[in-house]
């Protein structure tokens, strides 16, 4: 037997973005997001509300970054997400979060995460909310990375966000091979 719950925006896992851009002064400001995808293979994809001063500064700047929340930072990366930078200029300092320009787009980096998206505006549609992004770059602090030079989830500790239980859940345990386990069957 299923219990229905109706339409809800209930996913998993819903990763926990954490949006970064310049106002027009140069300040960092920087927004958490989980309704958000890649599409196609250099192409990010978010739904967010043109109240948000990060997507003013998206719309201003045509560039903007994407970083992982990750467990280490939960705190974090939910309170860039629940303070507006409309009311808290300075709200990744509050955080405790460093940032450094790009060297790929006109956006901030933000230190304390270690994996970022690096993105050219694509397009913006403000009754969808639909943001789409060019990635030009994804880069990864050495921290993260496997004896082999790739990105190792583990180290990396990203969070996603539970959206029926306000929650956030730590990732990183391997089920299985893709694009391997499912050659057993045929």
């Known amino acids: ?3 229905n719950f109706g339409a809800k925006e209930y996913l998993y896992p819903m990763p926990v973005f954490i949006i970064a851009t310049y106002d027009e002064n140069g300040n960092p400001d920087a927004m958490n997001a989980a309704w958000g995808s890649i599409g196609d293979t250099a192409q990010f994809f978010a739904c967010l509300s043109p109240e948000h001063k990060t997507v003013k500064n998206i719309l201003l700047k045509k560039a903007f970054t994407v970083s992982m929340g ?10 860039v997400g629940i303070v507006s930078g409309n009311k808290v200029g300075d709200k990744l300092k509050r955080a405790g979060f460093h940032t450094v320009k790009s060297e790929f787009v006109d956006a901030p980096v933000i230190e304390e995460l270690p994996m970022t998206l690096e993105c050219k505006l694509i397009s913006y549609d403000e009754k969808s ?12 602090d050495e921290r993260i990375l496997s004896a082999n030079g790739k990105i190792d989830v583990e180290k990396l500790s990203p969070i996603s966000f539970d959206p029926v239980n306000k929650t956030y859940r730590k990732l ?13 069957i045929k």
Do not use: P
Request: charge should be negative; include cysteine; glycine fraction near 10%.
């Open 1 to 3: 037997m299923r219990k």
């Open 70 to 79: 990750t467990a280490d930072y939960v705190t974090e990366c939910d309170y």
């Open 129 to 140: 909310c639909h943001l789409f992004g060019e990635i030009v770059n994804v880069s990864a």
């Open 172 to 184: 990183g345990e391997i089920a299985g091979a893709a694009f391997k386990d499912g050659a057993k």
